[in-house]
């Protein structure tokens, strides 16, 4: 069953792994990744020089290592579940930190 919302301790464990993110894979500190959530929905928007715009979304399904993922698609500017058709589709693992390696490869910072 999903969660309606997703759990404080949830929400602090991905900040945990978006900051450790941020900080292996961004050489620059005005490139990161940052975290928004809404309901049961965790939204992962990337800050570039002064910039900030919608990568993917992803649903809590009650697992860490088991969140639905939706690509953000600028042409219809909608989170698409069913797209699977663009660079880093493969990165897709069910993780936060395979959601932001997947979207760094369709949006190259």
């Known amino acids: 069953m999903k ?6 301790n949830v929400k602090s464990e991905v900040k945990e ?3 450790r993110f941020n900080r292996e894979t961004f050489s620059r500190d005005d490139c990161y990744y940052e975290a928004r959530f ?5 939204y992962l928007d990337r800050s570039e ?7 993917c ?16 698609k600028w042409s219809t500017e909608e989170y698409d ?6 660079p880093g589709a493969g990165s897709v693992d069910g993780t936060v930190q395979g ?6 490869e369709a949006y190259p910072a």
């Open 3 to 8: 969660s309606k919302t997703i759990p404080e």
């Open 17 to 19: 792994i978006a900051d």
């Open 38 to 42: 809404k309901g049961r929905y965790l």
């Open 49 to 55: 020089y002064g910039r900030s715009g919608p990568i």
């Open 57 to 72: 979304r992803l649903t809590y399904t009650g697992k860490m290592n088991a969140w639905e993922f939706a690509i953000f």
């Open 81 to 86: 579940a069913n797209e699977w058709f663009f």
């Open 99 to 104: 959601a932001m390696v997947a979207g760094l």
